[in-house]
């Protein structure tokens, strides 16, 4: 089982279930020949503090081998403090880590608008935090959608039906090493 644990990116705002990244990732899976079930406990307006609170309920109410982590966004454009955000990360990729779950972490990025020490702060949390943890890390995964007009919804946040395969093209790559370590495939 692969747990989806994140905001409203991976909870597919604004559009049907079906057309968001981890309804695509599902369809990949049996694709490809793996086996995995996905499950999205993902919840759109998400922040670190509110999915360390519930994290540990969705790990034993799913047993998943793989979660992957998309949260921090909403701190960051709540301006929280880069210190809660990075401890928060790390606490939730270390309670996954040490009940034996492989975990990838996917970055995200503020705009150039919070200023360069915040902007670089923030990036910098994800990498820190997956590389403590020698966990999987996807540095940006909005990389090549945020700055593309027409793959975003009309808020300049959330990335359109267009943009969801591309959300999948960029976890994938660092997705798929660990489908074949811990590989259920046909």
Same mark, same amino acid.
Do not use: C
């Given at each position: 089982m692969?747990l989806?644990?994140?905001?409203?990116?991976?909870?597919g705002?604004?559009?049907?279930?079906?057309?968001?990244?981890?309804?695509?990732?599902?369809?990949?899976?049996?694709?490809? +020949?793996?086996?995995f079930q996905v499950?999205?406990?993902s919840?759109s307006?998400e922040?670190t503090? +509110?999915?360390?609170?519930?994290?540990?309920?969705?790990?034993?109410?799913h047993?998943?081998?793989i979660?992957?982590?998309?949260?921090?966004?909403?701190?960051?454009l709540?301006?929280?403090?880069?210190a809660?955000?990075?401890?928060n990360?790390?606490?939730?990729?270390?309670?996954?880590?040490?009940?034996?779950r492989?975990?990838?972490?996917? +970055?995200?990025? *503020?705009?150039?608008?919070?200023g360069?020490?915040y902007t670089?702060?923030f990036?910098?949390?994800?990498?820190?935090?997956?590389?403590?943890h020698r966990a999987?890390?996807?540095?940006?995964? *909005?990389?090549g959608?945020?700055?593309?007009?027409?793959? *975003?919804?009309a808020?300049?946040?959330?990335?359109?039906e267009?943009?969801q395969p591309?959300?999948?093209?960029?976890?994938?790559?660092r997705l798929?090493?660990m @489908?074949r370590?811990?590989? @259920?495939?046909?």
């Amino acid at each position: 089982m692969i747990l989806v644990f994140g905001d409203s990116i991976s909870a597919g705002y604004g559009m049907a279930v079906d057309k968001g990244w981890v309804s695509l990732l599902s369809a990949r899976l049996k694709q490809e +020949g793996y086996v995995f079930q996905v499950v999205n406990a993902s919840v759109s307006g998400e922040t670190t503090t +509110g999915g360390l609170g519930r994290l540990e309920r969705a790990l034993k109410a799913h047993d998943p081998r793989i979660v992957i982590i998309e949260l921090g966004g909403n701190d960051g454009l709540r301006g929280l403090p880069l210190a809660t955000t990075r401890s928060n990360l790390d606490a939730i990729v270390d309670l996954a880590s040490r009940q034996g779950r492989a975990a990838l972490v996917l +970055g995200m990025r *503020m705009p150039p608008n919070y200023g360069e020490r915040y902007t670089t702060g923030f990036a910098a949390a994800y990498a820190a935090v997956a590389a403590r943890h020698r966990a999987a890390l996807v540095p940006f995964l *909005m990389q090549g959608i945020a700055e593309t007009p027409a793959l *975003m919804q009309a808020d300049g946040l959330h990335p359109n039906e267009l943009g969801q395969p591309k959300l999948l093209d960029n976890v994938w790559p660092r997705l798929q090493p660990m @489908l074949r370590a811990g590989a @259920l495939q046909k």
